[in-house]
């Protein structure tokens, strides 16, 4: 008998889990709180560990077709010049960038739509005998054989299963906005820029947007500058490269995005019984190295690879956990890693730090980097 699983919250990482299990022959039910599906904020950088995944199911043409294959990562200095640039040939599967809502659209467009209740807000499960049981707000309850909590980084079913706790705060907020494309980028290139405290990169997500991210240490929560968040970010890169001044004055006020840097530690046991956690309610990842939703991805084509075959649901789980777990808080880590090295602020350390940057890059083959582009589920 197919059995039946709940994928509470339907973002990437929950959209991405619905359709490789349904693709796998399970059946599935997202559970959404927002009114309608979908996806809003910047552009994603999705690596070929992740585009892989998406291969297989059967949605990477779309998103190389609405968002832009990248070939390079330059990295560089505030007046330009290049640290380190980094080939993406070679693997499998392209890089890409797209915007978010066009990777949420494209996986949204494959599910069937009995799969998929909006409005639906998840408050806790009950497991029992041969079961689990979701609860949600107006008293409606879900029957399944298995619930994977997929409902972001303050994940109600973590919190059931671990505690509620907060997410810990990195030493920098971000900035994201997407600008029209002027023009003069060289097409498939992507780049980041290290300053002192700050750091600012460029990734073009197709059909003419540029998406730009920008970070600056200080302390949690701060609110925006009186003159605005445009004028402030204006402020702190003005007499940054070309054409990063340029993005920032042709983004809209309202386009412009401010997170908070955080991640939380790795749990040791992610779930229990018939529930499991995926993506960022798992593992919340800090922006560093664009793989949050990546890691997202893994998960999902992991799962559906071994829940299909298994008699026992709580042991396919706990396998799940045991291949993910180490994956994903070594991705964190070093995420968190590159976090801090890149804000550093000291302007001799950070020169010290770009030219260990360029020795370090310039060994091929990176193992590194292969250890996460690479990785096959
Ligand atoms: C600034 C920034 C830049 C990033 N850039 C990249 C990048 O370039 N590449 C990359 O791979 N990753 C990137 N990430 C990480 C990526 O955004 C996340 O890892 C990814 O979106 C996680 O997806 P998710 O589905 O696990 O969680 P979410 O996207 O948070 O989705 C959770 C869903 O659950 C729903 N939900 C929550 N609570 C409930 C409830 N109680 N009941 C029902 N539904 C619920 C929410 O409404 C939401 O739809 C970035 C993150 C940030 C902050």
């Keep these: 008998m197919s059995k039946k699983l709940i994928v509470a919250g339907g973002g990437i990482g929950g959209m991405a889990a619905a359709l490789a299990l349904h693709r796998a022959g399970l059946g599935v039910t997202v559970v959404e709180r927002a009114p309608v599906f979908g996806e809003v904020g910047a552009g994603l950088s999705l690596w070929p560990n992740a585009t892989r995944v998406l291969q297989s199911l059967g949605v990477l043409d779309e998103i190389m077709a609405r968002g832009e294959a990248v070939t390079r990562f330059n990295l560089q200095r505030p007046d330009g010049t290049s640290i380190s640039s980094i080939s993406m040939a070679g693997y499998s599967t392209p890089a890409v960038c797209v915007h978010r809502a066009d990777l949420h659209r494209a996986l949204f467009a494959l599910l069937p739509v009995a799969s998929l209740e909006a409005g639906q807000v998840m408050q806790s499960f009950a497991e029992h005998a041969g079961g689990v049981t979701a609860r949600f707000a107006g008293g409606r309850e879900i029957r399944a054989d298995g619930l994977i909590g997929a409902d972001g980084i303050h994940s109600v079913v973590r919190a059931q299963l671990h505690g509620v706790a907060p997410p810990v ?22 780049s980041e820029t290290w300053g002192a405290g700050r750091r600012f990169g460029i990734m073009p997500i197709g059909q003419g947007r ?18 605005g968040r445009k004028a402030e970010v ?9 054409p990063i001044p340029a993005l920032i004055k042709a983004t809209a006020p309202a386009d ?33 190295v664009g793989q949050g939703a990546c890691m997202a991805i893994e998960d999902a084509a992991t799962l559906a690879k071994l829940l299909p075959g298994a008699a ?18 070594y991705i964190a880590r070093q995420s968190r890693r590159i976090g801090m090295i890149g804000q550093w602020e000291n302007p001799w350390v950070v020169r010290g730090r770009n030219f260990v940057t360029k020795l370090v890059l310039a060994r091929p083959p990176d193992v590194q980097l292969n250890a996460v582009y690479a990785y096959e589920v």
């Excluded at 030493?171 to 097409?187: H, K, M, N, Q, S």
């Excluded at 540029?210 to 003159?227: H, K, L, S, V």
């Design 312 to 329: 026992d649901l709580a042991g396919a789980f706990r396998a799940y956990e045991a291949v993910r777990g180490p994956r994903t808080a």
């Design 210 to 227: 540029i998406c730009w991210y920008a970070t600056r240490n200080g302390p949690p929560a701060q609110p925006d500058a009186p003159a």
């Design 234 to 242: 204006q402020e702190l890169f003005h007499d940054w490269h070309h």
């Design 169 to 190: 705060y990195r030493g920098y907020c971000i900035w994201r906005g997407i600008a029209p494309d002027l023009g003069g980028l060289v097409r498939g290139h992507i």
């Design 256 to 288: 412009i995005l401010k997170n908070d840097a955080r991640d939380r530690n790795p749990l040791r046991a992610w779930g229990r019984g018939r529930v499991t956690l995926l993506g960022d309610a798992a593992h919340p990842i800090t922006p560093n």
